[in-house]
Nanobody
């Protein structure tokens, strides 16, 4: 069992940066692949990024590649999403999630555990 708690969201101007954190509570955090998803009003939840349990492999949606960086610190049971060059279209609730799968990580149904989400709003 893993409980996930996101933090770090907020209001930022276009071009700015935010760093999201996902704190995990459970003894097996280091064995899970971690993912970040986002959901804007009226839209489906979409994949943003994922990182393997060792942190050696990362995956990104094309829309955030080159601007966002996913990382993790297994000693702190925490995953991060560094978001730079933010755009108004990045506005959404951001969720972290955990899975034991290592493929098809862009699929929502691959993930077993989800956080409650943190709001990110980018003003133009």
């Amino acid at each position: 069992q893993v409980q996930l708690v996101e933090s770090g969201g907020g209001l930022v101007q276009a071009g700015g940066s935010l760093r999201l954190s996902c704190a995990a509570f459970g003894r097996t955090f280091s064995t899970y692949t971690m993912g970040w998803f986002r959901q804007a009003p009226g839209k489906e939840r979409e994949f943003v990024a994922a990182i393997s349990w060792r942190g050696t492999s990362t995956y990104y949606a094309d829309s955030v590649k080159g601007r966002f960086t996913i990382s993790r610190d297994n000693a702190k049971n925490t995953a991060y999403l560094q978001m730079n060059s933010l755009k108004p279209e990045d506005t959404a609730v951001y969720y972290c999630a955990a899975t034991r799968y290592s493929s098809s990580l862009q699929r929502v149904d691959r993930y077993d555990y989800w956080g409650q989400g943190t709001q990110v709003t980018v003003s133009s």
